[in-house]
Protein backbone atom coordinates (compact mmCIF):
# COMPACT_ATOMS: atom_id res chain seq x y z
CA UNK A 1 0.00 0.00 0.00
CA UNK A 2 0.99 3.47 -1.04
CA UNK A 3 2.04 6.31 1.60
CA UNK A 4 -1.17 8.24 0.28
CA UNK A 5 -2.91 4.91 0.48
CA UNK A 6 -2.29 4.54 3.92
CA UNK A 7 -3.19 8.25 5.01
CA UNK A 8 -6.75 8.08 2.82
CA UNK A 9 -7.21 4.45 5.04
CA UNK A 10 -6.59 6.35 8.29
CA UNK A 11 -8.81 9.53 7.54
CA UNK A 12 -11.54 6.56 5.75
CA UNK A 13 -10.97 4.84 9.74
CA UNK A 14 -11.79 8.59 11.78
CA UNK A 15 -14.58 9.27 9.51
CA UNK A 16 -16.50 5.38 10.34
CA UNK A 17 -15.49 5.53 13.69
CA UNK A 18 -16.95 8.84 14.19
CA UNK A 19 -20.11 7.77 12.19
CA UNK A 20 -20.39 3.92 13.38
CA UNK A 21 -19.13 2.84 16.28
CA UNK A 22 -20.19 3.61 19.85
CA UNK A 23 -18.64 6.33 22.00
CA UNK A 24 -16.90 8.30 18.54
CA UNK A 25 -19.08 11.22 19.48
CA UNK A 26 -18.92 10.89 23.27
CA UNK A 27 -15.81 9.16 23.55
CA UNK A 28 -13.07 9.27 21.46
CA UNK A 29 -11.06 6.39 20.09
CA UNK A 30 -7.30 5.41 20.79
CA UNK A 31 -4.81 5.47 17.83
CA UNK A 32 -4.68 1.76 18.24
CA UNK A 33 -8.12 1.07 18.12
CA UNK A 34 -8.87 3.28 14.98
CA UNK A 35 -5.70 1.47 13.22
CA UNK A 36 -7.44 -1.93 13.96
CA UNK A 37 -10.79 -0.59 12.62
CA UNK A 38 -8.94 0.81 9.87
CA UNK A 39 -8.22 -3.03 8.63
CA UNK A 40 -11.67 -4.70 9.39
CA UNK A 41 -13.77 -4.73 6.03
CA UNK A 42 -17.00 -3.18 5.62
CA UNK A 43 -18.97 -6.95 5.05
CA UNK A 44 -17.29 -8.09 8.11
CA UNK A 45 -17.93 -7.72 12.36
CA UNK A 46 -16.36 -5.55 14.32
CA UNK A 47 -15.16 -6.65 17.70
CA UNK A 48 -15.28 -4.63 20.50
CA UNK A 49 -14.90 -4.03 24.09
CA UNK A 50 -17.53 -0.94 25.74
CA UNK A 51 -16.91 -0.19 28.97
CA UNK A 52 -19.50 1.95 31.39
CA UNK A 53 -19.54 3.68 34.06
CA UNK A 54 -22.21 1.17 35.44
CA UNK A 55 -23.09 -2.27 34.37
CA UNK A 56 -23.68 -1.85 30.97
CA UNK A 57 -27.31 -2.43 29.28
CA UNK A 58 -26.36 -3.69 25.90
CA UNK A 59 -29.75 -3.41 23.06
CA UNK A 60 -30.58 -6.28 20.64
CA UNK A 61 -27.56 -6.72 18.68
CA UNK A 62 -28.89 -7.76 15.50
CA UNK A 63 -26.57 -10.11 13.36
CA UNK A 64 -23.88 -9.71 16.49
CA UNK A 65 -23.26 -11.54 20.03
CA UNK A 66 -22.29 -11.06 23.48
CA UNK A 67 -18.79 -12.66 23.90
CA UNK A 68 -18.23 -11.90 27.40
CA UNK A 69 -18.45 -9.69 30.38
CA UNK A 70 -16.72 -8.66 33.06
CA UNK A 71 -17.07 -5.53 35.53
CA UNK A 72 -18.18 -2.78 33.82
CA UNK A 73 -17.57 -4.28 30.25
CA UNK A 74 -19.03 -5.80 27.71
CA UNK A 75 -17.12 -7.59 24.49
CA UNK A 76 -19.20 -7.94 21.07
CA UNK A 77 -18.89 -8.96 18.31
CA UNK A 78 -21.43 -7.31 15.89
CA UNK A 79 -21.88 -5.76 12.37
CA UNK A 80 -21.05 -2.10 12.37
CA UNK A 81 -24.14 -0.82 12.23
CA UNK A 82 -25.27 -2.12 15.60
CA UNK A 83 -22.48 0.22 17.15
CA UNK A 84 -24.62 3.33 16.50
CA UNK A 85 -27.54 1.80 18.88
CA UNK A 86 -24.59 1.04 21.17
CA UNK A 87 -22.99 4.71 21.12
CA UNK A 88 -26.87 5.54 22.90
CA UNK A 89 -25.90 3.26 26.01
CA UNK A 90 -25.74 5.12 29.43
CA UNK A 91 -22.49 5.86 31.16
CA UNK A 92 -20.77 5.27 28.16
CA UNK A 93 -16.57 5.85 29.08
CA UNK A 94 -14.68 3.98 26.83
CA UNK A 95 -14.50 1.68 23.22
CA UNK A 96 -11.47 -0.40 22.66
CA UNK A 97 -11.78 -1.72 18.87
CA UNK A 98 -9.86 -5.36 19.35
CA UNK A 99 -10.48 -5.79 15.28
CA UNK A 100 -12.36 -8.20 13.16
CA UNK A 101 -14.94 -10.40 14.84
CA UNK A 102 -13.34 -13.57 13.65
CA UNK A 103 -10.34 -12.77 15.63
CA UNK A 104 -12.10 -13.93 18.69
CA UNK A 105 -12.02 -17.61 16.99
CA UNK A 106 -7.98 -17.87 17.63
CA UNK A 107 -8.41 -16.89 21.16
CA UNK A 108 -8.82 -19.16 23.83
CA UNK A 109 -11.95 -18.44 26.10
CA UNK A 110 -10.02 -17.89 29.01
CA UNK A 111 -7.80 -15.49 27.47
CA UNK A 112 -10.17 -13.17 26.50
CA UNK A 113 -11.95 -13.01 29.92
CA UNK A 114 -8.07 -12.59 30.95
CA UNK A 115 -7.80 -9.47 28.28
CA UNK A 116 -11.23 -8.39 28.70
CA UNK A 117 -10.40 -7.78 32.70
CA UNK A 118 -7.48 -5.85 31.77
CA UNK A 119 -9.60 -3.51 29.25
CA UNK A 120 -12.10 -2.91 32.21
CA UNK A 121 -9.80 -1.70 34.87
CA UNK A 122 -7.78 0.01 31.90
CA UNK A 123 -4.42 -1.97 32.41
CA UNK A 124 -3.77 -2.62 28.69
CA UNK A 125 0.20 -1.66 28.75
CA UNK A 126 0.50 -4.58 31.45
CA UNK A 127 1.87 -7.73 29.85
CA UNK A 128 0.28 -10.85 30.46
CA UNK A 129 1.69 -14.63 28.90
CA UNK A 130 0.25 -15.89 26.19
CA UNK A 131 1.35 -19.07 24.37
CA UNK A 132 0.83 -18.60 20.57
CA UNK A 133 0.61 -21.64 18.47
CA UNK A 134 1.92 -21.15 14.64
CA UNK A 135 1.45 -23.07 11.25
CA UNK A 136 4.37 -25.14 10.55
CA UNK A 137 5.47 -22.73 7.26
CA UNK A 138 5.90 -19.62 9.87
CA UNK A 139 8.93 -17.61 8.99
CA UNK A 140 10.65 -15.07 11.36
CA UNK A 141 7.94 -15.72 14.50
CA UNK A 142 10.43 -14.32 16.55
CA UNK A 143 11.26 -11.32 15.14
CA UNK A 144 7.95 -10.40 14.36
CA UNK A 145 6.46 -11.28 17.03
CA UNK A 146 9.53 -8.53 19.13
CA UNK A 147 8.20 -6.28 15.99
CA UNK A 148 4.78 -6.61 17.59
CA UNK A 149 5.76 -5.49 20.95
CA UNK A 150 5.60 -8.74 22.50
CA UNK A 151 8.49 -10.47 23.91
CA UNK A 152 9.39 -13.84 23.20
CA UNK A 153 10.36 -16.76 25.87
CA UNK A 154 9.98 -19.94 24.48
CA UNK A 155 10.03 -21.00 21.07
CA UNK A 156 9.55 -24.75 20.64
CA UNK A 157 8.77 -25.42 17.01
CA UNK A 158 5.69 -23.62 16.26
CA UNK A 159 4.52 -23.04 19.51
CA UNK A 160 6.16 -19.85 21.41
CA UNK A 161 5.54 -18.51 24.97
CA UNK A 162 5.57 -14.70 25.02
CA UNK A 163 4.64 -11.99 27.23
CA UNK A 164 2.76 -8.76 25.38
CA UNK A 165 0.04 -5.84 26.44
CA UNK A 166 -3.09 -5.96 25.56
CA UNK A 167 -2.13 -3.55 22.11
CA UNK A 168 0.69 -6.20 21.35
CA UNK A 169 -1.71 -9.57 21.83
CA UNK A 170 -3.75 -7.81 19.19
CA UNK A 171 -1.48 -7.35 16.66
CA UNK A 172 0.00 -10.83 16.79
CA UNK A 173 -3.95 -11.63 16.44
CA UNK A 174 -3.61 -10.36 13.03
CA UNK A 175 -0.79 -12.81 12.07
CA UNK A 176 -1.70 -14.86 8.82
CA UNK A 177 -0.07 -17.92 10.05
CA UNK A 178 -1.39 -17.61 14.03
CA UNK A 179 -3.55 -20.35 14.77
CA UNK A 180 -3.84 -20.03 18.30
CA UNK A 181 -3.69 -18.00 21.08
CA UNK A 182 -4.27 -19.36 24.46
CA UNK A 183 -3.46 -18.55 28.18
CA UNK A 184 -0.99 -20.70 30.00
CA UNK A 185 -2.52 -23.50 32.33
CA UNK A 186 -0.91 -24.27 35.70
CA UNK A 187 -1.00 -27.54 36.08
CA UNK A 188 -2.02 -29.37 39.48
CA UNK A 189 0.59 -32.04 40.85
CA UNK A 190 -1.28 -35.58 41.44
CA UNK A 191 -1.23 -37.68 44.68
CA UNK A 192 1.97 -40.10 44.69
CA UNK A 193 -0.95 -42.53 44.52
CA UNK A 194 -0.22 -43.55 47.95
Not at 76 to 94: I, K, Q
Not at 111 to 125: K, N, P
Not at 168 to 186: G, H
Request: net charge negative; proline share 5%; aromatic share 2%.
Amino acid sequence: MTRSGIVTSALLATAVCVILLPGCRKVELDENSRARLAVVPDDRNVLASVTCDREPRVPPLDGGRVLGRTGNTVLVDAPRSVYRELDEMDGLVRVVVWGEGAVAGRMDPLLRTQLLEQVDQGHLSEPISVIATFREDSADVEGRLKTAGAVPRTVAGRVVTLDAGFNAVMTVLTFEDLLTLTRPRQLRMLGDGS
